[in-house]
Structure formats: C-alpha cells, structure tokens
C-alpha cells in the first residue's frame, strides 16, 4: 500500500514560485507519479505525472511552462517547482500514484482512489 505525505505548501505573492514535494512509502515505487490540484468549489484536476525513473513527464495545458515534475529516486520524493504563480493556481495539492504505468500520465483513472491531506498553496498579495 503506497503512502504519500504532501508538504511545501504556503502563502505566495502572484508571480511567486513555491516547490511542493511529495515523500512516497510502502511499496517499490517503480512506477508513475502525478501532481493533482483541487480548488474550492471545483473538482481535482490533474497538474502533471512523471513517469519511471522520471525520463517521462506530462503537464496539464495551463501548467506547461509554469510548472515542473521532478523525482529523486533515491529519496522517494516527487516534486512540483511552481514559477509565475497566479490567483488561480491557488488550491490543495496532491500527489498520487499510478501504479500500473512507468509512462507519464494525466489519466485520473490510472490512479490510485485515496488520497493523502494534501498540502495548501494560497497565492495572493
């Protein structure tokens, strides 16, 4: 069973960058990672997926050159760099695993149904 504790998060000014990092147990982790995001009052959306060991990586079309994936095998840790940040990026981050796939994915439904607390980013000046 894989656990996935989220943190990074914090108050930013529009503009500003902020990186997430996402710490992975329980199990190989050989597999595809991703970085979602749930606004208040809107659905998660997914933000990027890295594949494994990280040559792979996808991002959501608004995310594309704002946002970077990244992952440290060895640490067990997947990361989110967030630059130019923007009053809507703000939300709950989360992280997520696909187990099934070692290729990048934005696919909701490749991965795993529970979720973690998340971690909050709150962009505003």
């Known amino acids: 069973q894989v656990q996935l504790e989220e943190s990074g998060g914090g108050l930013v000014q529009p503009g500003g960058s902020l990186t997430l990092s996402c710490v992975a147990s329980?199990?190989?982790?050989?597999?595809?990672m991703g970085w979602f995001r749930q606004s208040p009052g809107k659905e998660r959306e997914v933000v990027a997926g890295?594949?494994?060991?990280?040559?792979?990586?996808k991002y959501a079309d608004s995310m594309e050159g704002r946002f970077t994936i990244s992952r440290d095998i060895r640490k067990k840790t997947v990361y989110l760099q967030m630059s130019s940040l923007k009053a809507e990026d703000t939300a709950v981050y989360y992280c997520?695993?696909?187990?099934?796939?070692?290729?990048?994915?934005?696919?909701?439904?490749?991965?795993?149904?529970?979720w973690g607390q998340g971690t909050l980013v709150t962009v505003s000046s």
């Open positions: 997520n695993a696909a187990p099934d796939t070692r290729v990048a994915t934005l696919d909701l439904s490749q991965y795993l149904k529970t």
């Open positions: 329980g199990s190989d982790l050989e597999h595809s």
């Open positions: 890295i594949g494994w060991p990280g040559g792979t990586r």
